[in-house]
């Protein structure tokens, strides 16, 4: 579908193609009024006017621009929007780095201005998403000694917890892995590398590893840490609205104290 | 491990579940390379249970049979309730099979007094010090120090714990000697000195020798029992101010008095536990650390408890009209820290904010105010509505209860425990 002014880009979706992305902006003198990845544009009614190619040595030059306009926490906060994947995020995004680019003095901190404020927001939403995988995620212990562990987030985030699990793990071999997105990281007690499965033994109903590969200390372990959680409640203090708060139900499939 | 250690398990969480703290924060232990864990400075929760308390640590007792007869303790000797104890062996591995799994930052490890206070520490230290040692476990370790036990002791447990506790459990010391006879003040105060003094030694050693060991890096804390007796909240807020001053504390706990030993004429007969105080109590100890208040602005001899259907922060802006309305635009970080519906976080974005221009009510809604109470408060760009000062106070003060009161009865006993010290992530 072609509008009027409309012009529709297509890139990769990698956060390397989206820089790549500005980068052509600014040379070809352009801005897109959508963005849209190559396999979305298929089940979408748009045309592309222009597709992008990921280009690393752009992409780098984007990003050591914007690290001199900016604290690099504000760089970082780019990256966690771009992995909540929401709906146009690459237009938000656009638009923030035109603005730092093209702005005289540092906006960064300028929270009267929507988008600014709008990126905190959604900045905040997805490393709270991170933190919670780092809260609930829940290793169940292979026969071949790997702790194993899966989790269906909301936002990208996996890439953002790699870093916590292998500082705190690094005498255990684990695998954590985004359901969802269907990828996951694998730590062999040396090195990380980035898995996916094409056919595995996880019950996809409840994020279980099948009984003929699990250690036999498993569910002797899984007893024991239901048993703890149900006896460390208060009775007289029973909130339920409080704990869905905190631990809210879309967790409770992955999480062993809540399996029945 | 076998099939006994579950009832165990059960028993001893039971025994341990009243002590409030959780807290895991506050220490930065790293994984010197190949061990078991770390501890990640702002603490982390890995569940909360059906009440929605924070689950961080492995909170357990080492045994719950106890020599001494405490009118509000579930385990006291007299009580007729199934006494059991866990080895070391089987407490060190509890916790590295739940610190594998995730399921936990570490342990909090408690006792009741077995025998005599140095027979009972000297066990919990062993349990630490295999963690630390045997399994290089560099999680989180909170161990309850035993009143009266020796001084040596505890200058151990302070080399392998991140935390150490004493609880005061009963605000001032006449009630203790009602309800704890064989507690006193001295037997509480004296180690919480020690460990003071020893966390300022360390930290000196540690600016020589980099290599000096480090002792209770996560601090100290204490837990109060609210409701048990007859204290008042100003006696109340008080000692925990003088706490953090004097010993240095990080954190008081608050408790509010669950009834477990009905029948005891010493004590109250309750219903329900206070949670709405000490939820108060809460608010007001968050208002003495992070928002610059002082105990006689909360609390004074004209109002010695806190008011249960306000805040305590909306209760002091009603108390003071005169010093309101704060100007946005201009105030000092303290002052719009005062204004109740902004908190930290907003209140950082406020300042952060108006150097670049004038700020107006829709942009501090955006920013997280809660303009329904704000507004009262202060003056903005372009808001210009009644204030407090236009107001009687008596109006003013059905204004917010009668609105929270219309929350609250939509929304049954809901409370918050500020059981994790998020609030150390903004600083």
Redesign the interface.
Known sequence: MKTGNSNTWIYDKTFEGLLSLVFDCYEIKQFPSKILGKTELQTSMFTADYEVISDEIKAKRVWKGLNKKISKLSCEMIYHVFLSEMEDIEILLLNYIRKIFDSPENIEYNFRNESVLKMLKINKKVKREAQRIIMFVRFQKTADDIYYASFEPKYNVLPLTTKHFKDRFADQKWIIYDMKRNYGFYYDLENMSEVTFTESLVDTSSGQIDKSIMAQSEEFFRELWKTYFDSACIKERINPRLHMQFMPKRFWKHLTEKQR | ?NDK??KK??IL??SA??DVSCASSGTNR??S??????A?AWG????????????SL???MLSNHCIYDCAYCINRRSNDVERTSLSVKELTE?TI??Y????IEGLFLSSGVIKNPDYTMIRMVCVAKELRTLHRFNGYIHLKSIPGASMELIREAGLYADRLSVNMEIPTETNLKLLAPEKSYADILAPMRSIRTGILTSKEDRKKFRSAPKFVPAGQSTQLIIGASSDSDQQILNLASSLYKQQELKRVYYSGY?PVNTGDKRLPALT??P?VRENRLYQSDWLLRFYGFGVDEIVSEKHPDLDLELDPKLSYALRNPHLFPIDINKADYEWILRVPGIGLKSAR?II??R???R?NSR?LQ??GVVMKRARYFITCNELSSLTVNEMKPEYSRQLFVKKILSKKSK?P?????FDHERVKMLR
């Open positions: 491990m250690i579950l398990l059960e969480t039971n579940k009243y790293s994984n390379g190949k061990g078991i864990g770390n990640a982390i929760c890995h569940s909360f249970t059906d009440d929605g308390r924070c689950v492995l909170k357990i509890l099979g739940f594998r799994r995730n399921y669950i329900n536990p949670l974005l952060m904010s150097r670049y221009g700020l942009q955006k920013m929304l006993g809901q409370l918050s425990l």
